[in-house]
């Protein structure tokens, strides 16, 4: 293969790091779903189904900022590991009670918190990696190929957790998981990554993280990327924990179509991402991050009042099509707007953007409990298409 993505497959670092986070994030992916599955199905409730979700995802809100500071002062790599092998325990030790039949809601619940805070590591570390590993040069065809490549585990995993769940229940969701995340570790255990370390200290993280906000705070392109991660997170992707109701509860389908409906989204930002990673398809950044996101939110809009299952899933792949614009675009404008020294305190502060999805999931899933999944979604999504608008007329008048 030609072109800058061969040139990055060839460089053996970044195809480790790649592979690894691919099969990775499609794991992480797999159990969000089936634990939407399972708490439904074991409580009936839509409030249920996005409160375990959620559980998955809150610490990305919690600890994202303390995580992008640690990174800068210790290894990388061992955080990149530790995170594959904590939540491969966790499984493994979900699977042995499901296997006893033993396995409890609460059991689920706890599993994503503690496998949650080891995700809130991802955007400072590995996807920092990757941008280094790729160089300057080559940054946004790197980050394109990484975030085309989680898009795609976002289709892959919930699909893979309709199906598995159907056939083989939560045992099997969680002995497959296992294994593929100590696999990643293994794998990731050869790889070559030398970093600039100092001496870490946890007295001086809060005023580090401080030195990250006042320093965003006088950044307009930053200020962009905060605002608007935050508003694609709490009210757009808010739908996410609404997916198993929607589509058990209104559309009447079966586990396995669940899961294709929760990869709609991911296929049109794969299919996005691709586009750009090769090259074929470039416009500003900024207009590619706020407009995709926009796009996203007047999908889920639409969709939200879709008469049938079918048209729901088109709607969604198209709604895809923006959030390719906005995710890739998320990393690669914090990579080349923020200063070396200052990259992963200020990726941290983006994660935390990113982790106050699972209070909009919460929000999603109350508003749901009294008006229905459509209803929920449908006002979530308008809400955060204001404010998406308002954010950048306000900063385009500030800077003129």
Known sequence: MNGPIGELLRTPD???????????????????LASGLFAYAVTESALAATAVVAARQIPQLLFGAFAGAVSEAVNRK???????????????????????????LWHVALGNLVSGTMWATEMPTRRRMVGEVAGPHRIVPAIALDSATNAATRMIGPLLGGIVFQ????????????????????????????????????????????????????????LLVYGITVFTNFFAFAYSGLVAPLGIGTFHVSPALVG???????????????????????MDRRLAFAGGAALFMA???????????????????LGGLGTAGFSNMQTTLMLTEAPPEMRSRLMGLVTVGIGTGPLGVLTAGALAAEWGPRAAILAMA???????????AWLRHRSS
């Open 260 to 282: 294709l409906l929760a990869a709609g989204e991911p296929l049109g930002a794969f299919t996005g991402g691709t586009l750009i990673a090769a090259g074929l398809l470039r």
């Open 299 to 317: 999908a889920l809009v639409a969709m939200a009042l879709s008469p049938s299952y079918w048209l729901a899933f088109a709607l969604l792949v």
């Open 14 to 32: 970044f195809l480790r790091l790649w592979l690894v986070g691919a099969f990775a994030n499609a794991m992480r992916w797999l159990e969000l």
């Open 167 to 222: 056939w083989l229940g939560m045992r099997g969701v969680y002995t497959v998981t296992a294994l593929v995340q100590f696999g990643g570790a293994f794998a990731l255990a050869a790889l070559v990554h030398p970093q600039i370390v100092r001496r870490l200290d946890l007295v001086r993280i809060p005023a580090e993280i401080a030195e990250g906000v006042a320093f965003a705070r006088r950044q307009p392109t930053l």
């Open 382 to 392: 308008a809400t955060g298409l204001a404010c998406t608008a308002a954010l950048a």
């Open 78 to 104: 061992t955080m990149v590991m530790l995170a594959l092998v904590v939540p491969a325990a966790v499984s493994t030790l979900l699977a042995t009670l499901a296997t006893a039949d033993a396995l409890q």
